[in-house]
């Protein structure tokens, strides 16, 4: 098992590795990095203060809520109850949220908050940044993963939450999990109808299926509806059309995409068509080289791919776990 010097070191190394422009293949790159990587330590703390939530957004006038058949969300340790979104807004348990380990806006400092802060920053670059640093699509972030478990929903909401105490930035956080739809449970978001039932029935329009919360910057898109050809849905031309209009429509948000694992399912595939970047999130000590190296290449449509190593125990020497030890970035691969 490494140390945290050993890990100090691998970060040290794979930054000269990265400044000398390896030229070889991402997935071979990548997988050296994960190759010192060690498992977690086992205790997983949320030693934060409860803070009340934020003044609640002014509610939208639409109600659509009737207009859609609903989906009963499953249980989970991290989950809230999901309560009813009135006129498309929902408040959000914020100090639930926070107790269970998330990073929520006007909380006290910590040091998962200054990690994201790390995260976030080039991702915010390649979105909204001086031309020369911006990409195509790059405000169109997708989450994912080659495995389940590896804190995708984890990394997509603290992302989000992040985002979200920017004051003049906008996030919209998208349930693409639609066979879980996790996200929306861990909020408490009430997922009766969102992203599939856009996809299904046309005459619904994108607001009438999002819901604005407590935090004035963040609206979330539930996963919606389950429908058996869920995969054949997100794969359709609906959807990319879809994508393209949400891009065009909000481009001075940012839309972060939680997606299922890429090894159990054909949507991050398909998906990497359609975003600017994607956040791979690689569980410390647990992903091997090969397992990498085969869900790169289904997601090698998009050219930004962006790693967080997750669950690693932490640089700060604390031997705490919950920490992201490691955040790097990959352009113009291909
Ligand atoms: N860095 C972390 N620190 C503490 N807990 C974490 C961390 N990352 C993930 N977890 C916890 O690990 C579990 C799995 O995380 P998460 O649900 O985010 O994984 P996932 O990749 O989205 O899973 P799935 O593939 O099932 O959607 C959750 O209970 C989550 O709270
Ligand atoms: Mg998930």
């Known amino acids: 098992m490494a140390n945290d010097d050993d890990r100090l070191n691998l970060v040290q190394r794979l930054a000269e590795k990265q400044a000398r422009k390896d030229d070889r293949p991402l997935s071979e790159r990548a997988a050296d990095k994960l190759a010192d990587a060690s498992p977690p330590a086992p205790t997983p703390s949320a030693q934060n203060a409860v803070v009340p939530p934020a003044t609640p957004a002014a509610s939208p006038s639409v109600d659509t809520a009737s207009k859609y058949s609903s989906a009963k969300t499953p249980k989970s340790t991290d989950s809230a109850k999901g309560g009813a979104a009135k006129n498309n807004y929902f408040d959000i348990d914020l100090p639930r949220l926070q107790l269970a380990g998330y990073i929520t806006p006007n909380a006290q400092e910590t040091r998962l908050g200054e990690e994201y802060r790390t995260i976030k920053r080039p991702l915010l670059l390649k979105a909204f940044g001086a031309e020369k640093s911006r ?55 009430p997922n009766d109808h969102g992203l599939v039932d856009l996809l299904i029935d046309e005459s619904i329009d994108v607001p009438d299926v999002m819901i604005r919360t407590n935090i004035a910057n963040l609206t979330v898109l539930p996963a919606g509806t389950r429908h058996p050809s869920s995969p054949e849905l997100l794969a359709s031309q609906r959807m990319a ?59 090698s449509n998009c050219p930004n791919i962006n790693f967080v190593l997750n669950k690693s125990a932490n640089t700060f020497g604390s031997g705490q776990y919950s920490a992201y030890t490691y955040y790097d970035e990959y352009r113009n691969f291909s």
């Open 135 to 189: 990409i195509p699509n790059g405000n169109v972030v997708l989450v994912t993963s080659a495995r389940p478990g590896e804190g995708k929903t984890f990394t997509a909401l603290n992302l989000a939450m992040s985002i979200a105490t920017e004051r003049d930035l906008h996030v919209l956080l998208i349930d693409a999990d639609v066979y879980k739809h996790e996200l929306c449970s861990r909020l408490g978001v």
């Open 241 to 299: 059309a879809f994508m393209q209009d949400l891009g065009a429509r909000y481009p001075d948000r940012i839309i972060i995409i939680d997606a299922p694992p890429i090894l159990a399912s054909s949507e991050p595939g398909v998906l990497a068509l359609l975003v600017g970047q994607i956040i791979m999130v690689v569980e410390s000590g647990k992903t091997d080289r090969n397992t990498l190296e085969q869900s790169l290449a289904l997601i």
